[in-house]
């Protein structure tokens, strides 16, 4: 069974950049495309990217794009996100999810699609 496991969170100001890592366990990454989540306190899950089983195929929401790149080492059996030019709302908790299909066009919305999450990471930007 795939586990993953999310780190790299923490406190920066606005305008740094922290990178996500999820790192898998129990199976080879190989075959499961990987989302990352976001919830802040009070508001919706939001879908903040998608990568593809062979990374070559990547997805991100509009309010990320520019700012975040995703990608994979399947060797690594671990997913990165890069976040740059952070702003205080992308302060949320973090989540790294697996599935066995494509991202595909609902992949920010269909999060019963993810059979495999992590537990969360904090990312906090203030001041």
């Known amino acids: 069974q795939l586990q993953l496991v999310e780190s790299g969170g923490g406190l920066v100001q606005p305008g740094g950049s922290l990178r996500l890592s999820c790192a898998a366990s129990?199976?080879?990454?190989?075959?499961?495309?990987i989302g990352w989540f976001r919830q802040a306190p009070g508001k919706e899950r939001e879908g903040v990217s998608c990568i593809s089983s062979a990374g070559g195929s990547t997805n991100y929401a509009d309010s990320v794009k520019g700012r975040f790149t995703i990608s994979r080492d399947n060797a690594k059996n671990t997913v990165y996100l890069q976040m740059n030019s952070l702003k205080p709302e992308d302060t949320a908790v973090y989540y790294c999810?697996?599935?066995?299909?494509?991202?595909?066009?609902?992949?920010?919305?269909?999060?019963?699609?993810?059979?495999?999450w992590g537990q969360g990471t904090q990312v906090t930007v203030s001041i």
């Open positions: 129990g199976e080879t990454l190989n075959y499961y495309a």
């Open positions: 999810a697996g599935k066995p299909f494509p991202c595909g066009s609902g992949w920010n919305q269909a999060y019963l699609d993810y059979d495999y």
